[in-house]
């Protein structure tokens, strides 16, 4: 099983500047002059080995979208896929799934409403092909009728109803578990402005827990908080880590999103093998997301030097394997 992820940046999508991409090679250039680079594989070396993560690239613009691959669900002869939300990187999973030219069957589930985690479906060419089946799947009663506004002529040329392939809203309940696609999976309420709902995916052995866009108050303390059972021995928790620990319990307390420091603390106590900080904040820079990620394994370290939890901050295109 692997983790695709397709968008990873919160509340909306960034932008990189020439100004920015000047700044990369100003400083890709300036390092260039310590080592005699003479041909495409010394160029190669450089680049891979001597350059920081946010000298030679970035974490990316797309809202949320992650991508749940199974290979023995890609390769079957209706291949069926497993997405979680519709930001911006929906588009490019989208793309990208074109090239196999292949009918397919999306089962796309949506963590909550708000504009960044469904803003990539009016551009999700998959649901203009007939033969092609989208399954959205969420907790939210007005489920069909947040993607059927976003598409009114109001806000977008073609509405809805004129995509062409077969697509489906299906209400889940946050009380049952479900078998879809051959995963089992569980449903937890979070705390965020008009509610969101994380999701657990188990399969074979595995779990990938997709919980974003949720505020962990104090009761995250105790030893009978919910979400511990939830995210028990998860292979790969994918965690809202947005703001920083003093934005999160002073500034920002109440907006609805979590940091780092609680996905630690939360990963470690629930025995999670793989943590992903994930919805990044939109105004970090790859520099400052860089340190973050830093950080985080700084303050693992501290907190248990014997901990085998692996710790990763998304970006658009990062593949993990669990």
């Known amino acids: 099983m692997k983790i695709h992820f397709w968008g990873t940046h919160g509340s909306l999508p960034g932008s990189i500047t020439e100004k920015t991409i000047q700044e990369k090679i100003h400083e890709a250039m300036r390092k260039s002059l310590q080592y005699k680079l003479k041909d495409d594989s010394d160029i190669e070396d ?13 974490f990316g613009n797309n809202t949320s979208c992650v991508e749940i691959i199974d290979k023995n669900l890609n390769t079957k002869e209706t291949p069926e896929y497993i997405i979680c939300d519709a930001g911006s990187g929906l588009r490019d999973f989208g793309n990208n799934v074109l090239k196999t030219g292949k009918s397919g069957i999306y089962h796309l589930f949506v963590s909550h409403l708000h504009w960044d985690h469904i803003q990539g479906f009016p551009f999700f060419i998959p649901a203009f ?16 009728q947040a993607f059927i506004m976003q598409q009114r002529s109001r ?3 073609l509405p809805l109803k004129e995509m062409r392939g077969n697509i489906k809203f299906k209400i889940l309940n946050p009380e049952q578990e479900y078998n879809i696609a051959g995963f089992q999976i569980k449903i937890i309420k979070q705390n965020h402005p008009g509610v969101s709902y994380g999701y657990s995916f188990e399969k074979d052995g595995k779990k990938v827990v997709y919980s974003t866009d949720a505020e ?20 790969l ?28 603390e939360l990963a470690v106590k629930a ?14 820079n790859d ?17 248990d030097a014997s901990s085998s939890l692996e710790i990763y901050l998304a970006y658009d295109s990062l593949e993990i394997s669990i």
Not at 132 to 137: E, L, P, Q, V
Not at 271 to 284: I, N
Request: with cysteine; hydrophobic share 35%; aromatic share 14%.
């Open 216 to 235: 962990h108050d104090k009761n995250a303390e105790s030893p009978n908080y919910p979400f511990l059972d939830f995210f028990r021995n998860a292979d």
């Open 155 to 157: 806000h977008f040329p």
């Open 237 to 264: 928790l994918i965690f809202d880590a947005q703001y920083l620990l003093f934005h999160n319990m002073d500034l920002k307390k109440d907006w609805g999103h979590s940091s780092n420091i609680i996905g630690v």
């Open 129 to 144: 092909i007939p033969g092609n089946t989208i399954n959205i799947y969420g907790c939210h009663k007005e489920l069909k």
């Open 46 to 58: 450089f680049i891979k080995n001597k350059l920081a993560f946010s000298e030679r690239g970035t």
């Open 271 to 284: 025995g999670v093998k793989r943590l992903c900080l994930f919805h990044s904040e939109h105004s970090y």
């Open 287 to 303: 520099k400052i997301l860089e340190q973050l990620l830093k950080d985080t394994r700084r303050y693992l370290k501290i907190r």
